[in-house]
C-alpha cells in the first residue's frame, strides 16, 4: 500500500468497502465494487481484495445469486464506526457509488423480449422500470427480426428518452392541433 493517500491500513480499506457497499444498497458484481471503492490513491488491488474476502467470510458482505450485498452485520459496522474516514475520502466514496447506483439502475431497469408468432407476426415486448415500479409496457407489431432487433437494440440504450418521448406526447393537448 502506497503512502500517498489517507487509507493506511486494511482496516481502513475494509470499512471503504462496507461504507460504498451500504451507499450503493443493491447487490453488486465484484467488478462494481473495485471500480466504486478506488477512490484513495492508497488503494491496491491485492490488499482490497483481500479486505473483501475477509468481510465476505465474516459475514460483513453476503454473496447472493444476484450479487454481493452488505449484511446487516455489515451496515452495523458503517453505523458504528461512521467517523472512521476522512470526509474528502467519504465525499468521492458516495459519489463514485451514486454513479454506480446509477449506471446499475439503467442497465438493468429496460427490459426487452420478442415473441414471433407466425411467419411475418413478430412482437417486441419492451417495458421500463425504476427498480420497484413498472413505468412502461409497450408491446410492438413488426414484420421481419430485422425490425425487432432495431426496437430492441434502441429501446435498451434509449429506454429514458423513448419514455420522455411518449409520455410528453401523450401529455400534449392534441385539441389545439
Do not use: W
Request: charged residues 25%; glycine residues 4%; proline residues 3%.
Amino acid at each position: 500500500m502506497s503512502g500517498n493517500g489517507y487509507i493506511r491500513d486494511e482496516l481502513d480499506i475494509k470499512f471503504l468497502i462496507l461504507f460504498v457497499m451500504a451507499e450503493i444498497n443493491m447487490p453488486v458484481s465484484l467488478d462494481d465494487v473495485f471500480g466504486t471503492v478506488f477512490v484513495d490513491d492508497a488503494m491496491d488491488y491485492f490488499s482490497t481484495s483481500s479486505a473483501f474476502y475477509d468481510l465476505i467470510n465474516s459475514g460483513h458482505i453476503n454473496d447472493t445469486p444476484e450479487g454481493y450485498l452488505i449484511s446487516l452485520k455489515g451496515r452495523d459496522a458503517v453505523e458504528t464506526y461512521s467517523d472512521r474516514l476522512p470526509p474528502s475520502v467519504k465525499r468521492k466514496a458516495q459519489q463514485a457509488a451514486l454513479q454506480t447506483t446509477v449506471r446499475i439502475k439503467r442497465e438493468n431497469s429496460p427490459s426487452c423480449t420478442v415473441e414471433e408468432k407466425g411467419e411475418r407476426n413478430i412482437v417486441v415486448k419492451m417495458s421500463i422500470s425504476d427498480g420497484k415500479n413498472e413505468l412502461m409496457n409497450l408491446e410492438m407489431l413488426v414484420v421481419n427480426r430485422e425490425q425487432a432487433h432495431v426496437l430492441e437494440t434502441n429501446f435498451k440504450t434509449n429506454a429514458d428518452k423513448i419514455y420522455n418521448a411518449v409520455l410528453n406526447d401523450l401529455l400534449k393537448d392534441y385539441k389545439k392541433n
